[in-house]
């Protein structure tokens, strides 16, 4: 069975550019949370994907979007970077709308100059 | 969100058994306890969850007092790749709209230091 992937696993980026970050479920899952991460923090819930529509969402702005594909794969999409986004991103699989257990991938550092 | 509170640290020798404390005073009755921990590098992973009754798996236990005000995260044996900092946390269940979700609340957690 394969576990939660995500890529890429490091990106560079300049303020005010966007990102588009991927995420690849396990098996069988079809729900996707994606989660920010501070250096020294835990993790905070940005928001999450059921069967292709957001139905929950975190304390974030509107330019962080996300997509969920018929394949359960994900995207969070972030526009207008800013230097405080500079994190670890990691997406989150999960069957029955995320009430059960989370199954992390490694996450992508990402790092806004 | 209920609150949960954890120290920030804690050590112990590989071999020896490890008590990681979790106070969640304003729990409802229907959160459940969830703990996750995360290792260098890694995102976070499942470790176990409970309701009211104590609880086993092949990682660890967990002893849920009997308000359900506190718990416990035990793990009989630390190894050395126990090192990770372990979270306590109570699910939120559902949106504003009423859908359910599972949406995890992280707190700072525990740095767990196991020692050779």
């Known amino acids: 069975e394969t576990g939660v992937t995500q890529s890429p696993t490091h990106l560079i980026k300049t303020r005010g550019q966007q990102v588009t970050l991927r995420c690849s479920s396990q098996?069988?899952?079809?729900?996707v949370s994606w989660y920010q991460q501070a250096l020294g923090q835990g993790p905070q819930f940005i928001f999450q994907?059921?069967?292709?529509?957001?139905?929950g969402r975190g304390n974030f702005p509107p330019r962080f979007s996300g997509l969920q594909f018929p394949n359960y794969s994900s995207e969070l999409n972030v526009n207008a970077l800013e230097l405080d986004d500079s994190a670890l991103y990691l997406c989150?699989?999960?069957?029955?709308?995320?009430?059960?257990?989370?199954?992390f991938g490694p996450g992508t550092r990402l790092t806004v100059l | 969100d209920a609150k949960t509170t954890q120290p920030n640290s804690m050590e112990s020798n590989e071999e020896e058994p490890v008590h990681l404390p979790c106070n969640h005073s304003?729990?409802?009755?229907?959160?459940?306890i969830h703990w996750y921990r995360q290792l260098p590098s890694q995102g976070p992973e499942y470790v176990i969850h409970g309701l009211t009754s104590n609880v086993n798996n092949r990682m660890a236990s967990l002893a849920i007092a009997e308000d359900r005000k506190s718990s416990t995260l035990i793990l009989h044996r630390a190894t050395l790749r126990d090192a990770a900092v372990y979270y306590c946390?109570?699910?939120?269940?559902?949106?504003?709209?009423?859908?359910?979700?599972?949406?995890?609340?992280f707190g700072q957690g525990t740095i767990l230091t196991v020692h050779p």
């Open positions: 098996s069988g899952h079809n729900t």
């Open positions: 304003t729990i409802s009755g229907t959160d459940y």
């Open positions: 946390i109570l699910r939120g269940s559902t949106n504003a709209g009423g859908t359910s979700y599972g949406k995890l609340t």
């Open positions: 994907y059921y069967r292709e529509e957001e139905n």
């Open positions: 989150a699989s999960s069957v029955t709308g995320g009430r059960n257990e989370q199954f």
